[in-house]
């Protein structure tokens, strides 16, 4: 979900308000994901690099994500969406950790959409700590050397649970994978657009939905 900060910059704003705008935006990306048969959306909205960015633009984007979970579990629990975060989660602030602990929890039996938030994530990252907990087995003697492979490794992944994703969309133009789910979009199909991400709402994700209806998926066949 890139472009926030362009966005306000474009309209002589503050970055916090195209941060704000780009809530709104994946509000109205999630309801037409639902209602386009999407069955998880995962979003990219706090990588491991963006603590770089000035602690008072980290602490304000992890007060709203907070207030954001807040005011959209109710939602969730109506239209029977679960919710999941993947990354270093442990690394976040206590208040952002109980909220998505008790609402990934209070959510966990629905079934129409999965919203997986991607949030101190980074895709070398989690193919490190991958490699950390296979190693650890190996060390227990729960597991040989010889027994590992694609499968193995993937469920030690963070995503373990969830299949590879079918389609990355990419806004503002970038032409870049930034760190994100490097070992799942080996095949996944990439769809780029240069409107940046508070722009980008239903229109948008229909017309890169058919896009992708439209390719032949060869998985190096």
């Known amino acids: 979900m890139d472009g926030n900060g362009r966005w306000a910059r474009k309209r002589g704003l503050p970055k916090i308000m195209g941060h704000r705008a780009g809530v709104?935006?994946?509000?109205?990306?999630?309801?037409?994901?639902?209602?386009?048969?999407?069955r998880i959306l995962t979003l990219y909205t706090f990588s491991t690099e963006n603590w770089k960015r000035p602690e008072e633009e980290v602490?304000?984007?992890?007060?709203?994500?907070?207030?954001?979970?807040?005011?959209?579990?109710?939602?969730?629990?109506?239209?029977?969406?679960?919710?999941?975060?993947?990354?270093?989660?442990?690394?976040?602030?206590a208040f952002l950790k109980d909220k998505i602990r008790r609402v990934s929890a209070s959510t966990r039996g629905h079934s129409s959409l999965t919203v997986n938030?991607?949030?101190?994530?980074?895709?070398?990252?989690?193919?490190?700590?991958?490699?950390?907990?296979?190693?650890?087995?190996?060390?227990?003697?729960?597991?040989?050397?010889?027994?590992?492979?694609?499968?193995?490794?993937?469920?030690?992944?963070?995503?373990?649970?969830?299949?590879?994703?079918?389609?990355?969309?990419?806004?503002s133009g970038e032409l870049r994978i930034s760190n994100f789910l490097l070992w799942q979009l080996s095949?996944?199909?990439i769809y780029v657009t240069k409107k940046f991400w508070p722009d980008f709402g239903k229109e948008d994700l229909l017309k890169a939905v058919d896009d992708y209806r439209k390719r032949e998926r060869r998985f190096g066949g």
Request: charged fraction near 30%.
């Open 187 to 189: 095949y996944s199909e």
């Open 117 to 171: 938030l991607a949030l101190n994530y980074g895709g070398r990252q989690e193919i490190v700590d991958a490699a950390r907990h296979v190693a650890l087995e190996v060390k227990a003697g729960r597991l040989r050397p010889d027994q590992i492979d694609e499968a193995v490794f993937s469920s030690h992944l963070y995503t373990k649970d969830l299949p590879d994703p079918d389609l990355l969309i990419r806004t």
């Open 24 to 38: 709104k935006a994946a509000e109205g990306v999630i309801k037409a994901a639902k209602e386009a048969g999407v």
């Open 59 to 93: 602490a304000a984007l992890f007060k709203m994500l907070g207030d954001y979970i807040d005011k959209e579990e109710p939602k969730l629990h109506k239209n029977n969406i679960r919710f999941l975060a993947i990354g270093r989660i442990d690394e976040l602030p």
